[in-house]
């Protein structure tokens, strides 16, 4: 398994709850499905999508987090029967302008997942979007 991990902030429109957005980044040009799972803090507040995973094809994670203190971190994990296919590095809020990561990877046949890890270093707690498109 190969596993690509990037972090930058052009390679993602970012969207929090609060401004009530619906759509995050482009989908991978040969995703068939995706997972969303946004969160403040520790809790999860939305989880959308689904579906399973086929052989071969190409899965990308994407993270955002933002509004909360500086080095509170989100991270990414897509996954395909339990194992992780792709995940992003540790992303942290900025206490500014949005930060944003992503990571890539091939998928194997099995149901689809998508893991959040929020890890707070100070309060407030911040905005946090994974989006895994398989």
Request: overall charge positive.
């Amino acid at each position: 398994m190969k596993i690509i991990s990037r972090t930058g902030t052009a390679l993602l429109v970012v969207c929090f709850i609060i401004a009530g957005c619906k759509h995050v980044s482009p989908p991978t040009p040969t995703a068939s499905f995706s997972i969303t799972v946004e969160g403040v803090g520790k809790e999860e507040i939305r989880r959308t999508g689904g579906g399973k995973c086929t052989t071969d094809l190409p899965v990308r994670v994407d993270v955002s987090i933002a509004g909360g203190a500086p080095g509170n971190t989100i991270q990414g994990k897509a996954t395909c029967l339990g194992a992780v296919v792709a995940m992003t590095n540790p992303t942290a809020d900025t206490g500014g302008a949005a930060a944003a990561g992503f990571g890539v990877g091939t998928q194997i046949a099995g149901q689809a997942g998508c893991k959040p890890t929020y890890i707070p270093i100070a309060a407030p707690d911040s905005n946090w979007l994974v989006l895994c498109q398989f």
